[in-house]
């Protein structure tokens, strides 16, 4: 299915500096989508964006425009054309 994800905030940097992917994702929730991105979009430091099963503290999902915390997080299940947004809300100073 096809799926658009976006990184901002930062964790482009993660992603080889590029914002915007429209990515084949095989299909599955949240969960799987992370493992996926992880394995298939991030470039380096893989550490910087996941934590255990689910993205790292500091990094805000958004599901076509809504807080993933409102859509159940990681059960989510992923449709078609969604657009699902990591924003890193941690700087440096």
Same mark, same amino acid.
């Not at 080889?16 to 380096?44: C, S, Y």
């Not at 999902?61 to 990681?74: I, P, Q």
């Given at each position: 299915?096809?799926? /658009?994800? %976006? *990184?901002?905030?930062?964790? %482009? @940097? @993660?992603?080889?500096? #590029?914002? =915007?992917?429209?990515? &084949? *994702?095989? !299909?599955?929730?949240? /969960?799987?989508?992370?493992?996926?991105?992880? &394995?298939? #979009?991030?470039?380096?430091?893989? %550490?910087? *964006?996941? =934590?255990?099963?689910?993205?790292?503290? !500091?990094?805000?999902? @958004?599901?076509? &425009?809504?807080?993933?915390? @409102?859509?159940?997080?990681?059960?989510?299940?992923? =449709?078609?054309? &969604?657009?699902?947004? *990591?924003?890193?809300?941690?700087? !440096? !100073?």
């Amino acid at each position: 299915m096809r799926v /658009k994800v %976006e *990184f901002s905030g930062g964790a %482009e @940097l @993660l992603a080889g500096n #590029v914002r =915007q992917h429209q990515v &084949d *994702f095989p !299909g599955g929730n949240m /969960k799987a989508l992370l493992a996926w991105v992880r &394995d298939h #979009v991030i470039t380096e430091r893989h %550490e910087l *964006f996941m =934590q255990g099963d689910s993205v790292r503290p !500091g990094i805000l999902v @958004l599901v076509n &425009d809504t807080d993933w915390e @409102l859509l159940d997080e990681l059960a989510y299940q992923v =449709q078609e054309n &969604d657009s699902i947004v *990591f924003i890193s809300t941690l700087h !440096g !100073g």
